[in-house]
């Protein structure tokens, strides 16, 4: 149940070929993301950029959870969102990620929210803006270099 | 911000045709849906068949987003999960739902969590089995009759 | 960060004395738990649970996070819950929990959902009923005999 | 079911005193809310934030709930977290709030959110702080002025 032999393989991951610098991924708002003002609420953001960052890896053939096994774990030290207009249930947002900038610690990822179809048609209008900054720990949690085809200069 | 205009409007929803007895969704398990088992917590099952739900209205042309604007209510009384096998983070689940029973105030619906892919790689197998019974309210959240088009006998 | 290290001493824990049958626990409604039909979302319940038998755990004097540590994992098997009023934001609700049955391996606990505080005055209104099932398993996800003092005949 | 009949009602909120500028609330580390890196996820971070500011309001005399039941609806606008521990499941966290700056339309709060009791013990560590920017809307969305006691120059 708990994945603990696939943890203690050092498994070598690398990807089939540089990451891209830039992506988006489609979701649907549900529900239980939505609070009494009818909006999404705003804590349900940082799960969409999450996937957001994901799933720019899983383009270059590389799963966050791939990187896990073999020892790589991204924790976030900084969370910045601008909530510029709201979004509703059933709303499709897009969520566009790029990297901003990488070092050989650190990868910062900016983000765009923007709503693609709204009761059942497309728009395009901007929701919100989001940075993260992410670094890289190893299985006791020690800060350490990222995968170097993660990293920057 | 809060759509209270919309709901004002008293809209008549009716489906382009009769809902489907059974359907469908896929979904990739977030990251944030999992916990220290490293598997998908219990409670994010909740929504995942809240999303079943909705998207078998949706294909008969009904978004459950517009029955609330017309001043329909479904609102959860019984909620019954049998979990047999876990979820891992970044699987993909595919939530099968079928209305069991519908009588004129309430409907139940059965459901199949069944993961369809894991680690990249395509798999068939059933994680959990559900039950739910919904009732309908109107705005004041007075038990009513449910939309013909959506009753039993 | 991780707390691997933790796991890996193989700790032995047993209460200070044998842990109640029955406790509560009182929680306030988060703005986040609740949807957009201005209730408490039903999915929310699911942690209140965890919460209320967790709670009793702690009381015999082990906290659930020592029996992870030790190498027991309490995993739930089924969740049933009835709603029958709705709960709101910022209301106070207790959590009243019960051994219903153990057996050597696994644990069914009851559960009233009680709203004692609405507005910020005292009332008494049970608004749901819940029964789940635990069973234990270890490290590596296999089902195990729940500690003996943990364990019914 | 819904409350809007509250709504209607144009209740005038004023407190029974100024609200203070600082304040604290206690929360446990809830498992639903704990990652596969056995840490608090970072969004969970966020509703913590809005309880910590919520309790400012609830010294002064007023709760959210009624706030919204006037027709006064705080809405963020911006976010920003530095994450600097983990925070462990079923570590009591202190949210620490102050009110860093009010204009007419606007309040800025800042957050340290502090481990002070890990494993049953209590500690004193700094896990992160943050800032929030809040915005208030009226029932149909629209920017409005802060209510007075709220507000600064």
Same mark, same amino acid.
């Given at each position: 149940?708990?994945?603990?032999?696939?943890?203690s393989?050092?498994?070598?991951?690398?990807?089939?070929?540089?990451?891209?610098?830039?992506?988006?991924?489609?979701l649907?708002?549900?529900?239980?993301?939505?609070?009494?003002?009818?909006?999404?609420?705003?804590?349900?953001?940082?799960?969409?950029?999450?996937?957001?960052?994901?799933?720019?890896?899983?383009?270059?053939?590389?799963?966050?959870?791939?990187? $896990?096994? @073999?020892?790589?774990? =991204?924790?976030i030290?900084?969370l910045?969102? /601008?909530?510029? &207009?709201?979004? #509703?249930y059933?709303?499709?947002v897009?969520?566009?990620?790029?990297?901003?900038?990488?070092?050989?610690?650190?990868?910062?990822?900016?983000y765009?929210i923007?709503?693609?179809?709204?009761?059942?048609?497309?728009?395009? $209008?901007? @929701?919100?803006?989001? =940075?993260?900054?992410?670094?890289?720990?190893? /299985?006791?949690? &020690?800060?350490? #270099?990222?995968p170097?085809?993660?990293?920057?200069?």
């Amino acid at each position: 149940m708990r994945g603990h032999a696939a943890r203690s393989a050092a498994v070598f991951v690398t990807p089939r070929h540089a990451p891209p610098r830039a992506g988006s991924v489609r979701l649907r708002v549900r529900y239980s993301e939505c609070d009494p003002m009818n909006v999404a609420h705003h804590a349900a953001y940082a799960p969409w950029l999450e996937i957001g960052r994901t799933e720019l890896l899983r383009v270059a053939g590389v799963s966050y959870a791939q990187l $896990e096994q @073999a020892g790589v774990f =991204l924790v976030i030290v900084s969370l910045e969102v /601008r909530y510029r &207009r709201p979004v #509703l249930y059933d709303d499709v947002v897009e969520v566009r990620t790029r990297v901003e900038h990488a070092s050989k610690v650190k990868i910062r990822h900016a983000y765009d929210i923007v709503v693609v179809e709204r009761a059942g048609r497309p728009i395009e $209008e901007s @929701a919100a803006g989001a =940075l993260t900054t992410l670094a890289c720990v190893d /299985r006791e949690g &020690r800060v350490t #270099l990222l995968p170097t085809w993660l990293a920057g200069e």
